[in-house]
């Protein structure tokens, strides 16, 4: 097999193991264990603290003294571990503990996954911008596979689908010990600062308003990221509840229908290019904010029913929503960044969303849920929380829309203007 199937491969599994229990855990949790709203916040806020700092952590390990493909293949390991004892435990602060522990292995191997694709890319003389993009997207593929397996399985509520991950684990593990090496490449080398090597000279962005202003937006978007990954499919399944909904595909198939988001990822990816060009930064995050928006009021209003279009079109406007954010983010710290911090600064960024604002919003979520959109008998008003969140989204694209200021020169497109 050529190199890049073997990257291919590496990317499926890598994401398929997320897929197995990320979107159906509160199947699992609500539904199979019954334990509390204001917890739950707290497991998807495990992803949030991994990233605070193990990408960095396990960056700096891989630079000076072990193979990245050898460590990602121990993390893999690890994780895998920590997901095969998730079924055993019956305490829900034991539960939480332990995902943590499983986020600490699985939550930097994302970044070292691309930084072996990359490595060994450039080894074998490939364009790594034209061949990884087509690589990469086998990654949401493999999620998208994962998803379907737990659905169809009958997985989507019971502790298999984190057997289903563990064993992908062990899988990518083995596997990963079979790639060409990834050699550190900073061994023996001195003189950097611990203020380098963590990332921290990237804060001196905060300096500049503009990009202060961007960051700060970065973790309140950041915030309603994974919202419908913690409910969405727990909302979909809940129509059970309904006499006339009990039997619905939607219903039956819930991880399926959640699915249409990612496949609706891969289509949103291909045209960003095209609305960066047109549009400009600051629109293309706008509309994304806008999506958000509809991504909630749309699932507030939606049935298996005569609203069915409305669940389906959430789930499409997800990739808008969630794509135009986050490659246009990237894209806007790239360029308007020194050379020497650009890694650093993209690091910056992904603390503040996939950081400190997935934790901001895994556990205020959790916290507004249990104590106000719980009904006596223990039911989610699942229009409220919707609303809230659709009313959020809306707050915070206002906000952005006047007080971020940015001009698109669209002759100058990948190169953006201050």
């Given amino acids: ?67 990245a493909e050898k460590l990602y293949g121990i993390l893999h390991l690890l994780g895998g571990v920590a997901m095969l004892y998730l079924p055993q435990v019956d305490d829900s602060t034991l539960f939480i503990t332990v995902i943590l522990l499983a986020m600490i292995c699985y939550m930097p191997t994302i970044a070292l996954m691309n930084s072996i694709s990359y490595t060994i890319l450039k080894n074998n003389k490939y364009d790594v911008i034209k061949v990884f993009p087509l690589i990469r997207v086998w990654g949401t593929i493999g999620f998208i596979a994962a998803m379907w397996l737990t659905n169809l399985s009958g997985s989507k509520a019971s502790a298999n689908q984190f057997y289903i991950s563990a064993v992908a684990s062990f899988i990518l593990a083995v596997y990963s010990f079979t790639m060409p090496q990834c050699k550190p490449q900073n061994q023996g080398k001195k003189g950097a600062s611990l203020i380098e090597l963590l990332g921290l000279n990237a ?38 509840k309904v006499p006339q909904y009990a039997d619905s595909f939607v219903v039956k198939y819930s991880t399926i229908i959640m699915s249409i988001s990612q496949i609706s990822e891969v289509v949103f990816i291909l045209a960003i290019p ?90 205020v979520s959790g916290i507004i849920i249990g104590n106000f959109f719980t009904s006596n008998e223990g039911d989610f008003i699942w229009m409220d929380i919707w609303n809230t969140f659709a009313i959020y989204s809306l707050i915070i694209a206002i906000f952005f829309a006047f007080l971020f200021k940015h001009k698109h020169n669209p002759e100058g497109f990948g190169k953006i203007n201050n």
């Avoid at 202003?213 to 990221?225: D, H, P, V």
């Avoid at 983010?329 to 050379?339: A, I, K, R, W, Y």
């Fill in 203 to 240: 804060f001196k962005l905060f300096k500049s308003y503009k990009m202060a202003l961007f960051f700060i937006f970065s973790m309140l978007l950041g915030a309603s990221l994974q919202l419908t990954n913690m409910y969405g499919d727990r909302f979909l399944s809940e129509f059970e």
């Fill in 274 to 363: 095209f609305f960066l060009k047109k549009f400009g930064i600051k629109k293309v995050i706008l509309m994304s904010m806008i999506a958000w928006v509809f991504r909630f009021a749309l699932f507030a209003y939606g049935d298996p029913s005569g609203g069915l279009w409305m669940i389906i079109l959430s789930c499409i406007i997800y990739g808008m929503a969630f794509d135009f954010f986050n490659v246009s983010g990237s894209l806007f710290v790239e360029t308007q960044c020194d050379s020497n911090i650009r890694s650093s600064a993209q690091g910056l960024f992904m603390m503040m969303t996939n950081g400190f604002g997935a934790i901001l919003g895994s556990w």
């Fill in 1 to 67: 097999m050529g190199i890049k199937g073997r990257l291919i491969i590496l990317n499926f599994i890598q994401f398929f193991i997320w897929g197995a229990w990320l979107i159906t855990i509160a199947n699992y949790w609500f539904g199979n264990k019954g334990w509390s709203p204001q917890e739950f916040g707290a497991v998807f806020s495990t992803m949030g603290i991994s990233s605070l700092f193990m990408p960095t952590l396990s960056g700096i390990i891989a630079d000076r003294w072990i193979n």
